[in-house]
């Protein structure tokens, strides 16, 4: 079975540009979270989605965006990017949400490089 | 909220030795769940061990075990018979029990690079 599926596995943009980072969750799993890890830092937390619907969300700004397909998968867009933004991307998918969450699958992420 | 603390950047250990990781943590919070993941080279992260707070009884799993002293707020992973494949990013993370629907909101530590000398 397929695990977590994240793409690109690597993208370069420059300041200001946009980026649309993607990702399937493990068949059967209805909720998709992504995390920011900055190099030499732990995972931090950006979105929760379940069932298409915004959970939980960290301490990001507007420039963050995300959504959830009816198919549960998702897309994480970041506008305006500046060169801290460059980090590995993180997508996590489980059953549930909330207290029923069930175990966390992570994808092997997506690294972008802000020049 | 709620802060995950890894003191140990790098850590190294013979192989079949044993080696801990340390994690503090605070919370104002009873009832909440601890983690170590793992982080290879090839990034994904993987679940090593979970403990629910309201347990007494540290969780192990095979050559993995935890020392889990709530007081204290300490969480520490203990590796047994060290294996060269278990060289990577070692995170301690923390996730409330509270029930909110940020469920899969995780605080990650700092991590700790294990390295494994054979």
């Known amino acids: 079975d397929a695990g977590v599926t994240q793409s690109p596995t690597h993208l370069i943009k420059t300041r200001g540009q946009q980026v649309t980072l993607r990702c399937s969750p493990i068949?059967?799993?209805?909720?998709v979270s992504w995390y920011q890890q900055v190099l030499g830092q732990g995972p931090q937390f950006i979105f929760q989605?379940?069932?298409?619907?915004e959970r939980g969300r960290g301490n990001f700004p507007d420039r963050f965006s995300a959504r959830q397909f009816p198919n549960y998968s998702s897309e994480l867009n970041v506008n305006a990017l500046l060169l801290g933004d460059s980090a590995l991307y993180l997508c996590a998918s489980s059953w549930g949400q909330g207290l029923r969450t069930g175990e966390l699958f992570f994808g092997e992420g997506s690294r972008l490089t802000v020049l | 909220a709620q802060t995950v603390t890894q003191s140990q950047p790098e850590m190294s250990v013979q192989e079949a030795e044993t080696v801990t990781l340390s994690c503090t943590y605070d919370t104002s919070e009873s009832d909440y769940y601890l983690f170590w993941y793992k982080q290879p080279p090839s990034r994904q992260m993987i679940l090593v061990i979970r403990?629910?707070?309201?347990?007494?009884q540290n969780a192990t799993e095979n050559r993995f075990s935890v020392n889990f002293q709530k007081a204290a707020k300490s969480f520490s992973l203990k590796i047994s018979d060290s294996q060269l494949g278990d060289a990577a990013m070692y995170f301690c993370a923390y996730r409330s029990a509270l029930n909110n629907n940020a469920g899969n909101m995780l605080t990650f530590g700092g991590g700790t690079r294990l390295m494994v000398k054979p």
């Open positions: 068949s059967g799993h209805k909720s």
């Open positions: 989605y379940y069932e298409k619907e």
């Open positions: 403990q629910e707070a309201y347990k007494q």
